[in-house]
């Protein structure tokens, strides 16, 4: 069962924006401010890469080049919620967005590459006209 649960995808036009959210699923009662959190994109045909990360502090964020000045990675931690808010996309944008969780707390940085252990099911993003 998923610890984690994305929402938000969905059909998008070139140019548009979209916004993801990604929550503890009400089983697992994860505290996603101890934890480094990350999101991660696959593209139809590719593997799974992480696109974005933000530490349990919220005070670092990381990108990979390719999303960098179009995606904004955050968090509240009142609603216990990280978002993706993603603008300008492309169809190079589309695939399955998962978020992904690694217990870090009270920790200045993330990295996408870590062994984030924790995942949800995946939220689907088409970007076309």
């Known amino acids: 069962q998923s610890q984690l649960v994305e929402s938000g995808g969905g059909l998008v036009q070139p140019g548009g924006s979209l916004r993801l959210s990604c929550t503890a699923s009400t089983p697992s009662e994860l505290r996603l401010d101890s934890f480094a959190v990350a999101w991660f994109r696959q593209a139809p045909g590719k593997e799974r890469e992480a696109i974005s990360c933000?530490?349990?502090?919220?005070?670092?964020?990381d990108y990979v080049a390719n999303v960098k000045g179009r995606f904004t990675i955050s968090r509240d931690k009142s609603v216990n919620t990280v978002y993706l808010q993603m603008a300008s996309v492309n169809p190079e944008d589309t695939g399955v967005y998962y978020c992904?969780?690694?217990?870090?707390?009270?920790?200045?940085?993330?990295?996408?590459?870590?062994?984030?252990?924790?995942w949800g099911q995946g939220t689907q993003v088409t970007v076309r006209s």
């Open positions: 933000i530490s349990s502090s919220g005070g670092h964020t």
């Open positions: 992904s969780a690694l217990f870090r707390p009270y920790q200045a940085l993330c990295r996408l590459v870590a062994p984030y252990n924790y």
